[in-house]
């Protein structure tokens, strides 16, 4: 398999169009065949009517056949992954092992998607039988569930080529629900995403389903997401990316004549609070749980745990000189762009001139760990893992301290006892994840700071480390503002992500046969039903 550099518009390509890009190696420092045209807002249009066209198709589409559908697209990635893998290595530098391991987890999610299409428990079914002869008014027939919306856009994602871009969950997710996907591929991997892209109109194609079901578009730029968003006939959009990017598609979709909806996984820190019994039991091991989480893909995840917050003692003590040591013998390597990188090091240039903010031991001064990258083998991409610390006070006084910075890069924050963590986390904004280390008998006496970071995370975890994320219908990947635009009451990851992509209609009054087959008496789908108050997948008598 090889890329092209065209657009996929339904089962054509796009001709000659905007401006011109090429992939970039970020270990070689190099451009590489072929040119990727940039799409038009021509292309986007056409895109945007072939999936709304295809929509009411889409909709009334049985669970099974999408459920087909997604095994389908996850049976090609497997059987093309040694392709898709090598290509992926040279447009993101990510090792073989770690983008094996990404197929995989994306052939897996689309599979439990279509599981979950196929339940069809997702959709909430609600049936309310009609009283005529109640008193003193007859009570109608009341029958609703989340039905899709219609074309969804996805903007793929820089640091997961698979697992959150062309085939990822955003997608996996809205075809699953009953919707047409139209995607936006990121430019840092231009070739896997149409590689990718072929895939999925391969499954297309093989199961008979129509030409709007998937669109790949190409942009070096934003004009063609722009349009994409701002398109009349597109119903929700999917982003994983910056908060700078996120809030711009969220103020252009609630700019529109009639808004819509922006899924956006933005930014967040990952605070992880270290109890002292924590230090006491098993310090060796949160080094190295610690290190491993912080560095693994060079820091660009979005669970990355950049906020460490500690009770300063000589264990505490102890215990940061052990990890700075790791730090400094961590070695440099590449990060995703030379924008992502040249992001990284002007955040940590102004984090070292920040008052009350030094860097972690002498041998991770951030403007020694910059000036080594910028003369090492990897001058564009080159990143080693650059900490800092400051003290609660200042942390609680700088709203700045707060702010992500992606890459290898962490905070720790020294605080004199337990009741000064506690206003460390009542003052945090909206995280995807918050962790707890905490010694045996200690996590029972910290109810009031668990019940803190539940209110300011989506997942809360327990002597655990937050990247590491375990696709199943129990998890949930948001988090509040900033971590997501919606609040947190989605997720991104796990079966309740088909929500998203769904809103509720209520059937009132209707013969049987003209309802959904989810609604009607006989429940021919064996949907799992509320019906008059209790749960059940019988008929209504």
Same mark, same amino acid.
């Not at 669970?63 to 389908?72: C, D, E, V, Y």
């Not at 871009?165 to 919707?179: L, N």
């Not at 040249?342 to 000036?371: H, I, Y």
């Not at 990897?378 to 400051?390: D, H, I, N, R």
């Given at each position: ?14 001709? @000659?169009g905007?401006?011109?890009?090429q ?24 895109a ?7 929509? @009411? ?27 898709? *893998? ?9 090792? $073989? ?20 299409a196929?339940r ?6 609600r ?16 029958? &609703? ?15 997961f ?7 990822g ?6 075809f ?6 139209i ?24 199961c ?13 730029g ?5 349009a994409?968003?701002k ?63 912080? +560095? ?6 979005? +669970? ?5 917050v500690?009770q ?10 052990? /990890? ?5 013998a ?14 990284? #090091? ?20 951030? +403007?020694?760990?910059t ?6 083998? /990897?001058?564009?991409?080159?990143? =080693? ?27 720790? %924050? ?5 009741p000064?963590?506690?206003? %460390?986390?009542r ?8 962790t ?20 300011k995370?989506? #997942? *809360? ?10 696709v ?5 990947h ?6 997501? &635009? ?6 991104s ?6 929500? #998203?992509?769904?809103?509720?209609v209520?059937y009132?009054?209707?013969?049987d $046969? /003209? ?11 064996? =949907?799992? #039903?509320?019906v ?7 008929? %209504?008598?």
């Amino acid at each position: 398999m090889k890329p092209d550099g065209a657009s996929l518009i339904g089962f054509g390509s796009s001709g @000659p169009g905007g401006a011109s890009f090429q992939a970039f190696d970020p270990v070689r420092g190099v451009n590489f065949e072929p040119s990727f045209s940039s799409a038009t807002n021509e292309d986007a249009g056409r895109a945007a009517q072939l999936a709304a066209a295809a929509a @009411p198709g889409w909709a009334r589409l049985p669970g099974a056949a999408r459920s087909q559908f997604l095994h389908a697209i996850a049976t090609n990635l497997e059987a093309k992954t040694a392709d898709l *893998v090598a290509r992926a290595m040279l447009e993101t530098g990510l090792a $073989e092992a770690r983008l094996k391991g990404e197929v995989a987890r994306t052939c897996g999610q689309l599979r439990l998607y279509g599981q979950a299409a196929e339940r069809g428990d997702w959709r909430d079914v609600r049936i309310e039988t009609a009283q005529p002869e109640r008193q003193p008014l007859p009570k109608p027939d009341h029958r &609703s569930m989340l039905r899709p919306l219609g074309p969804v856009v996805v903007f793929g994602s820089s640091n997961f080529p698979f697992a959150y871009s062309v085939a990822g969950g955003d997608t996996a997710s809205a075809f699953a629900a009953g919707c047409p996907v139209i995607v936006k591929a990121h430019p840092a991997h231009p070739g896997t995403s149409e590689l990718v892209g072929r895939l999925i109109l391969h499954a297309v194609r093989d199961c008979g389903l129509p030409e709007g079901t998937f669109s790949l578009l190409f942009d070096a730029g934003f004009a063609v997401g722009q349009a994409l968003v701002k398109h009349p006939l597109v119903k929700a959009v999917g982003f994983t990316g910056s908060l700078g990017g996120g809030r711009a598609l969220v103020d252009l979709a609630a700019a529109r004549p009639e808004p819509i909806p922006v899924y956006a996984e933005m930014g967040s820190i990952n605070p992880v609070f270290i109890l002292p019994g924590a230090l006491a039991e098993r310090a060796a091991g949160i080094v190295e749980g610690l290190h491993a989480s912080a +560095t693994v893909g060079v820091g660009q995840f979005c +669970t990355n745990p950049g906020l460490i917050v500690l009770q300063r003692s000589a264990a505490a003590e102890q215990f940061m000189m052990s /990890l700075t040591a790791k730090l400094a013998a961590t070695p440099e390597a590449a990060m995703l762009t030379a924008g992502i990188c040249g992001k990284f #090091r002007t955040g940590v240039e102004a984090r070292a001139r920040t008052a009350g903010v030094k860097p972690v031991g002498a041998s991770l001064l951030a +403007t020694d760990r910059t000036a080594q990258s910028r003369a090492s083998s /990897l001058p564009q991409t080159g990143a =080693a893992p650059v900490w800092f610390e400051t003290t609660a006070l200042e942390f609680l006084g700088n709203p700045a301290l707060s702010q992500e910075i992606f890459g290898p890069s962490s905070l720790v %924050v020294w605080c004199k006892d337990g009741p000064e963590m506690l206003e %460390v986390a009542r003052h945090l904004e909206g995280n995807l994840t918050a962790t707890l280390q905490a010694g045996a008998a200690e996590a029972q006496t910290q109810g009031a700071l668990i019940d803190v970071l539940a209110a300011k995370a989506g #997942r *809360v975890i327990l002597n655990g480390y937050p990247t590491g994320l375990e696709v199943s219908p129990a998890i949930v990947h948001s988090g509040p503002y900033p971590a997501t &635009s919606d609040g947190g009451r989605s997720t991104s990851v796990g079966t309740r992500a088909l929500t #998203r992509w769904a809103r509720l209609v209520c059937y009132q009054g209707f013969a049987d $046969e /003209l309802l959904p087959p989810e609604l009607q008496n006989a429940n021919p789908v064996g =949907a799992l #039903r509320l019906v008059d108050g209790e749960w059940t997948r019988a008929a %209504v008598a």
